[in-house]
């Protein structure tokens, strides 16, 4: 089988708890909490070795550098005002909304994409995206693209 380096965006529940801890363990690390890659990996509950095989594999989605774009799509009810609370989510964050297409509802669900700017102090994405999906009527947020 051909293998590739490939990148995927996954949302935080589907991934294995190693992971995670990588994760942490490279914070503590970054934060100077901890002085030695085995500190921050006794600290978190995973191995040394564990550690090194995924490091390099695992990067938090919370690139908020100026000038990223962003695109998300999801599905959301017919239902007045919905949005531009999903809209406000978006400048509560402070990102800018580049383009919003919307499709004509049917059986009272329509079809969003959504192209948002990351500037400089826009807050983190993932709270964003989560901000989004957890408004009545909204589904399957999902991160189509970033540039």
């Known amino acids: 089988m051909n293998q590739s380096t490939g990148y995927y965006i996954v949302k935080q529940k589907a991934l ?12 503590l690390i970054d934060s100077e ?17 564990s550690f090194y095989k995924y490091k390099d594999d ?15 799509t999801f599905q959301m009810d017919d239902e007045p005002g919905l949005l531009s609370n999903v809209l ?4 509560d964050f402070q990102a800018n909304i580049l383009t919003i297409h ?3 509802p049917i059986n009272g669900v329509a ?3 959504l192209s948002v700017q990351i500037l400089q102090n826009t807050l983190d994405i993932s709270d964003m995206v989560s901000a ?11 991160i189509l693209a970033k540039e």
């Not at 695992?58 to 998300?72: V, Y």
């Open 132 to 142: 989004i999906e957890a408004h009545d009527g909204v589904h399957h947020v999902k």
């Open 58 to 72: 695992i990067i938090p989605f919370h690139d908020n550098s100026q000038g990223t774009t962003i695109t998300l």
């Open 16 to 27: 294995p708890e190693v992971l995670l801890k990588v994760v942490e363990a490279k914070r």
């Open 88 to 91: 406000k989510v978006i400048a």
């Open 102 to 104: 919307q499709s004509i």
């Open 33 to 49: 909490k901890v002085m030695t890659v085995q500190e921050a990996a006794d600290l978190v509950g995973i191995s040394r070795s």
């Open 111 to 113: 079809s969003l994409s």
